[in-house]
Every structure is written in C-alpha cells, then in structure tokens.
Nanobody, 116 residues
Framework: VQLQASGGGGVQAGGSLRLSCATSGRIFSGNIMSWYRQAPGKQRELVAA???????TYADAVKGRFSISRDNAKNTVYLQMGTLKPEDTAVYYC???????????WGQGTLVTVSS
C-alpha cells in the first residue's frame, strides 16, 4: 500500500476526528496531497488539498470546519475534522494527483460515520 490512511471511525454530530495518511518520502516530497470522500450513492469529491509549500484549498462544504496539514518530516498529511455533521459520513481517501514520474496514487480509504 503506497498510501496508508487511518483515523476514521464513528462519532456523534458536533464531534471531531483526525485522519492521517502516511506514505513514502518519494511520493510525499514536493507533491500536492489531498483528501477526497465518497458518500454512499454519490460521486467521489475533493475535500481538501495542500501543496508542498503549504497552500491549501477546501470544498465549500467543509470550509471553516476541516483543516488539512502536512508533516514533511513524517511524510504524512492530516485532515482535522471538526463540527462534524451526518452529511460528512463517507469513506475518506488520501490522493496524490501527480508526481514527477507521471503516476497518481489513491489510499485505501477510511470510513467516517457521523451519527445525529
């Protein structure tokens, strides 16, 4: 597994979770890291992304509630999720959209379930 995601689980609405995605330095270094999610019956969608320089972008649905960050020493990207809502329930995937050698990478997904 090139990207190892963890941290999912069940939480009540209003709660918080932190997802982690670890990978190799070769894949991590210098590349955009992102999180996507896919809810049941819906298409996979971008949640947040972060460049190697730390610039971030968020889906409108999570702005102000989620925060993406990266630890370059640990080759790990994080997604801190707060004020969770039932509509945040989904499988969350770590994704590297491009690399210098032309490949992209998906993590295996981690399930987040938010109950009302």
């Amino acid at each position: 597994v090139q990207l190892q995601a963890s941290g999912g689980g069940g939480v009540q609405a209003g709660g918080s979770l932190r997802l982690s995605c670890a990978t190799s330095g070769r894949i991590f270094s210098g590349n955009i890291m992102s999180w996507y999610r896919q809810a049941p019956g819906k298409q996979r969608e971008l949640v947040a992304a972060i460049t190697s320089g730390g610039s971030t972008t968020y889906a409108d649905a999570v702005k102000g509630r989620f925060s993406i960050s990266r630890d370059n020493a640990k080759n790990t990207v994080y997604l801190q999720m707060g004020t969770l809502k039932p509509e945040d329930t989904a499988v969350y995937y770590c994704y590297v959209p491009s690399t210098a050698w032309g490949r992209s990478y998906w993590g295996q997904g981690t399930l987040v379930t938010v109950s009302s």
